[in-house]
Nanobody, 115 residues
């Protein structure tokens, strides 16, 4: 499974961004997908996860009500809609896919929120 993120960038506080994660390879074997983020000097943290069929999602408390995770299996793509962005959302965002017990990671995309 290969993952490629896109959609990061610089945005002012209160703005929005939509991240995309395109999957290729053995995508049929993916059970769960999600987004993590890592800010400078901090550990990588879970942002949101979504089941294979998109029926169930879960979010970190810090992003509940502001971020929405979704996926389009026909396009093998997962999304993270980020609204009401805050400076503390600044981080490198990584997508993850769990398949047959293995974790696959994308290369990351930088999100910077200015105050």
């Amino acid at each position: 499974v290969q993952l490629v993120e896109s959609g990061g960038g610089l945005v002012q506080a209160g703005g929005s961004l939509r991240l995309s994660c395109a999957a290729s390879g053995s995508t049929f074997s993916i059970n769960l997908m999600g987004w993590y983020r890592q800010a400078p000097g901090k550990q990588r943290e879970l942002v949101a996860v979504i089941t294979n069929d998109g029926s169930s999602t879960n979010y970190a408390d810090a992003v509940k009500g502001r971020f929405t995770i979704s996926r389009d299996n026909a396009k093998n793509t997962m999304y993270l809609q980020m609204n009401s962005l805050k400076p503390e959302d600044t981080a490198v965002y990584y997508c993850i896919a769990i398949s047959r017990g293995y974790n696959y990671w994308g290369q990351g995309t930088q999100v910077t929120v200015s105050s």
